[in-house]
Each structure stands twice: as structure tokens, then as C-alpha cells.
């Protein structure tokens, strides 16, 4: 409808579902939910647009495929996991001592043989297929971000510059952000990855903030894999964890700020940095 609207030349706003809640007597309908929609777009003293289609629409769809690619994988992972566990002494003892990875190699080339009883018969036949299932899927997930990594080289290659900032990084970041001037400020950005700090100020202490578990958790997933991969490998992110904790600050508390700065690099990056030619 967006989309429709749009090409139509019309002026299209974007809100958020009313909270029921809020409904009056739990009435609803589509006149009345319009309505409430209209009266809250008049409240606002900003308004947000729709999000684009184009990249930003082909790297949300290929987003999903992978993701369901990614859970497949792991969901049939821990049923060879759990399978292995117990089956027949016979089978058990080809998997013990191994990781994970090696249990799937080695369920994939499980054989058959005439002499097994049912159980044992039908052990083999689901772990063979759950192994090759697991291998399946995170072929396809890799493809799939052949094409991600694809599409970002095209769209934004200064992305994949930033340290720590891989295609699927990349590729949600993109997607939450969509086009210039859709958010308005670095804190609303902030606020839409779930690490901008929430007072939770009483009486004289001006200093506490709460956990921000709103937003889009997708965009906080993907900040805190940045925060991750700079505390191991990035010498100036060292040097920062090291001054705050001589602060006194905990590590829940310097990773929350590193989490509210990563976002703000990658707004100013957004907003101000050229897209690829």
C-alpha cells in the first residue's frame, strides 16, 4: 500500500500499531483505527516516512531466507545432538570425544547394514538425514549471503570499512536505517537500536539508567556482534574498557556505552557518507 501510495504521488506516514491499551472498551476496526492513527500522525511533532523498497527491500527479503536457513540448521544440529546422545551403544561410540561440527560429518556418512535391529536401522536413517539437512541449510545460508555482500558492495561499500561491520551487519543496519532523513537525530537511531540509556533517576541520583530492551532487536543484535569483535581485536577499544573500569564503570556498563557509540558512527556514516558509485 505504501509502495501504491507513493507512485500515486501521495504524502505517506509512518506509525507504529496502536497499543490496545489504548484502545477505548477494546473497540476496533478499521474506520476507528484510522482514525486513532490520523489523531496520533497530528500529535507528533516529527513525522517518519515509509520505509524504501529497492536494496533496502531485496536485503530484508534475502535477510529472512537466511535467517530461516540459519534456524533450520541449528534446530536439526541439536536433534543430532540430542539423538546421539540416545542412541545404541554401537552408534554412540563412533560420535564420543567430538565437537558438533564432526558429529554432523560423521551422522552424514552413516551406513545401513542388514544386521542392525530397527532401532538402530532407524537411529541411522535420522541422524543421516538430519546431518545432511543441517549441511543443507548452511549451504543456502551461504549463498544467500553471497548475494547479501553483493548488493551492499553496489549500495554501500563504506559499511563494509568500519571495523567489526561484516554483510550481515551491514545488511540489518541498512535495512532499520532505509534511506537519508527517514530518523531524525543520532538518539532516535539510538533509540530505535535499543541503546539509547533510559533515566531511572529518584530523588538526588542523577546517574542511573535502565537496560533499553525496546526497539528493533534485530539492529541491537548486530551492534552488540560489532561491540564483541572490537573488545577482542581493536587496540583502541581495549584502551577505552581499560579507562572506564579504573572508573569504576562494569562491564555490562562500558559495553552498553561502546554499543551507544557504535550506533552513532554508523548514523553519521549513513547520513553523511557517499553510497557507492
Known amino acids: 500500500m505504501s509502495r ?8 505517506v506516514i509512518g506509525l507504529d500499531r496502536p497499543k490496545r491499551a489504548a ?20 500529535a507528533r511533532a516529527r513525522l517518519g516516512t515509509p520505509r524504501t523498497g529497492g536494496e533496502r527491500q531485496a536485503l530484508s527479503v534475502l535477510l529472512a531466507a537466511r535467517r530461516s536457513a540459519i534456524n533450520a540448521s541449528t534446530e536439526a544440529q541439536l536433534q543430532v545432538f540430542s539423538l546421539v546422545i540416545a542412541a545404541p551403544e554401537p552408534i554412540r561410540a563412533r560420535f564420543r570425544g567430538q565437537k558438533l561440527a564432526a558429529m554432523l560429518t560423521t551422522a552424514a ?12 536401522t532407524s537411529t541411522v536413517v535420522a541422524l543421516r538425514t538430519l546431518a545432511h539437512r543441517a549441511h543443507a541449510m548452511l549451504k543456502e545460508a551461504r549463498e544467500l549471503q553471497k548475494a547479501i555482500l553483493a548488493i551492499i558492495r553496489g549500495w554501500r561499500l563504506d559499511l563494509l570499512e568500519e571495523f567489526g561491520v561484516g554483510p550481515i551487519v551491514a545488511a540489518t543496519v541498512l535495512c532499520a536505517w532505509s534511506h537519508p532523513g527517514r530518523i531524525h537525530s543520532e538518539a532516535a537511531f539510538a533509540m530505535l537500536a ?27 543484535n548486530v551492534l552488540h556482534t560489532v ?20 572508573e569504576g564503570k562494569t562491564s555490562r556498563e562500558i559495553k552498553r556505552c561502546l554499543a551507544h ?13 557517499a553510497p557507492a558509485a
Do not use: C, F
Open 109 to 120: 556418512q552413516l551406513r545401513v547394514h542388514s544386521s542392525w535391529d530397527v532401532e538402530t
Open 4 to 11: 501504491h501510495l507513493l507512485e500515486m504521488s501521495e504524502i
Open 227 to 246: 561491540v564483541q569483535s572490537r573488545i577482542q581485536h581493536q587496540p583502541a577499544t581495549r584502551d577505552y574498557i581499560a579507562r572506564r573500569t579504573a
Open 194 to 220: 535499543g541503546v539509547a540509556p533510559i533515566p531511572a533517576n529518584s530523588g538526588q541520583i542523577t546517574t542511573r539508567y535502565r537496560l533499553n530492551r525496546y526497539g528493533d532487536r534485530n539492529l541491537n
Open 261 to 273: 557509540y557504535v550506533a552513532r558512527d554508523l548514523y553519521r556514516l549513513l547520513e553523511n557518507g
Open 23 to 42: 484502545r477505548r472498551n477494546g473497540a476496533k476496526s478499521d474506520p476507528l483505527d484510522a482514525v486513532r492513527a490520523a489523531r496520533e500522525a497530528m
